[in-house]
């Protein structure tokens, strides 16, 4: 594995590298294609290594820093900036946890450095409590742990070193176990199922991957835990952290374009019934009010979400409350900003071909990813009432 030259913060993501992506895009959209040219074009540049500390030859930017490059980056090409940012949070989670003084994943800091590539494996068919419990078992051998389980979206998957996944030691019913850790894409019994042909997202290449009995040795496992938030603990919240600011980046990104659109339409666009052109409308204008009011306010949330995770400000358990709801207030606003900008431009927005539609389509996926909505309104209605999230039974 070759290593790679230590970034800068001025290579990481230039105006050229986001007019090329820009113009990659619809084409990779078009033919369901991985997006090959733009991974290249960030490795070359080292944003692959942008929350890599200096120390292991990375940019070292923290999380704010990096969500402002993601949220650039989505406005151009938002399969590449989400697909990215699951190697991006494994690197960033990796990073927060040394600086903390917790060197359980520093290999993959310097495995990252060589040239490695991290992506998640947490999604699961009939799971809707992600991260915490698992459909997937872990069984305790020598060495290490055996796998066995399906995941799904697992994005990166044409170029993913590790798979970050997760399992449930069941061997004490009394006590389920979760056991995080990272398979490589080589460990006999891995196998990576070709599935994704989707509604948006598409360049993403978030393909099914099978593990039939994979041996994980212990050196790659990062944490053994009480099932359920019983076990929530660093490795958790930054997990959560990194994900879910990593998830509102994106979309905002995804807003600010539809926005841009929509002003540039009112902007050109005449009618035979108006003398002046349409954004002179007021009804077009409060529409456009209305959606730049919902971007200040997301992008203050996400200012101040990130920046108090960077200044280590102790939230304690209401950290889950606080990135639950970043993402899912910021995921909402940015649908909201993209179905407006569609109707405001009238039916060529309805076009293949017309970006809009793409980010059309792109937008929707911001409401499945982890956490959803049902799973965000339980955690944080349980929490601010202060309910026990692992009570049982669940509900009733």
């Known amino acids: 594995m070759t290593i790679i030259e230590p970034p800068t913060r001025s290579t990481l993501l230039s105006e050229a590298m986001l007019q090329s992506f820009d113009q990659r895009a619809p084409g990779y959209d078009a033919a369901n294609q991985f997006f090959a040219e733009d991974f290249d074009e960030l490795r070359r540049s080292g944003y692959l290594l942008a929350a890599v500390p200096e120390a292991f030859g990375g940019a070292g930017l923290r999380l704010a820093d990096v969500a402002g490059l993601q949220r650039r980056l989505a406005a151009h090409a938002p399969a590449t900036a989400i697909a990215v940012n699951m190697h991006l949070y494994w690197t960033g989670v990796a990073a927060d946890l040394w600086r903390n003084g917790d060197d359980t994943l520093s290999w993959v800091l310097e ?25 997937t078992t872990a069984e305790r051998v020598p060495g290490g742990w055996r796998f066995t389980g399906h995941k799904i979206f697992g994005s990166l998957a044409p170029v993913w070193s590790y798979l970050g996944i997760h399992g449930m030691d069941l061997s004490d019913p009394d006590r389920p176990q979760v056991v995080h850790g990272f398979v490589h894409r080589d460990a006999p019994g891995v196998q990576i199922v070709k599935t994704w042909d989707t509604l948006g997202m598409r360049a993403t290449s978030s393909d099914d991957t099978v593990l039939e009995g994979v041996f994980v040795p212990d050196e790659q496992i990062a944490l053994v835990c009480p099932a359920g938030f ?9 997990v959560f952290a990194w994900g879910m600011v990593g998830f509102a980046a994106v979309y905002l990104g995804i807003a600010d374009r539809a926005y841009t659109l929509a002003v540039g339409n009112a902007t050109d666009r005449t009618t035979i019934s108006l003398s002046r052109r349409l954004a002179h409308h ?9 959606m730049r009011m919902k971007l200040e306010t997301c992008s203050a949330l996400l200012a101040v979400t990130a920046g108090d995770w960077d200044a280590g400000v102790e939230h304690g358990m209401a950290w889950p409350i606080k990135l639950l709801t970043a993402k899912h207030e910021i995921v909402n606003a940015a649908w909201q900003i993209v179905d407006e900008a569609v109707e405001l431009s009238g039916g060529a927005a309805l076009f293949k071909g017309n970006r809009l539609e793409q980010l059309f389509r792109d937008a929707r996926f911001g409401r499945v990813h982890p956490g959803n909505s049902l799973f965000t309104r339980e955690v944080v209605g349980k929490l601010a009432l202060g309910i026990n999230p692992d009570e049982q039974p669940r509900w009733g």
Do not use: K, M, Y
């Open 230 to 238: 019983g076990g929530l603990g660093p490795f958790q919240l930054n």
């Open 111 to 135: 495995r990252a450095r060589q040239g490695h590539v991290f992506a998640a494996g947490h999604g699961e068919r009939g799971n809707d409590v992600p991260l915490l419990a698992s459909t």
């Open 282 to 290: 007021p009804l077009v204008q409060a529409s456009i009010a209305g």
